[in-house]
């Protein structure tokens, strides 16, 4: 069964930047990878998604430009570029796996990494 960690997660001052990664425990290379995110007393909220093929998929949570999805199949691995971030930024960060990036419950979750905006 597939596997997704997350690492890249921490305490950032607004403004600052964090690179989130997704390591898969196989291939990737015919999976949507989907970031989203929980905020304290929220409901989750989709990110970005990455199709198999790179084309990338808004959720339309977050500010255009400020993050970028990548994915780097050689290994195993996506990442979300989060830039010029914001307090409401602050959440668990989970990336999952599906065969295609869509708004629905995906197949495959990683455990979730925290991100703390805090001046």
């Not at 989750?44 to 400020?66: M, P, T």
């Not at 455990?111 to 001046?119: D, E, F, I, L, R």
Request: proline content about 2%.
């Amino acid at each position: 069964q597939l596997q997704l960690v997350e690492s890249g997660g921490g305490l950032v001052h607004p403004g600052g930047s964090l690179r989130l990664s997704c390591v898969a425990s196989e291939s990737i290379h015919y999976r949507a990878i989907g970031w989203f995110r929980q905020a304290p007393g929220k409901e989750r909220e989709g990110v970005l998604c990455i199709a198999s093929f790179g084309d990338v998929w808004d959720y339309g949570n977050s500010e255009k430009g400020r993050f970028t999805i990548s994915r780097d199949n050689a290994k195993n691995t996506v990442y979300l570029q989060m830039n010029s971030l914001k307090l409401e930024d602050t959440a668990v960060y989970y990336c999952a796996a599906d065969d295609v990036c869509h708004d629905a419950f995906f197949h495959y979750w990683g455990q979730g990494t925290q991100v703390t905006v805090s001046s």
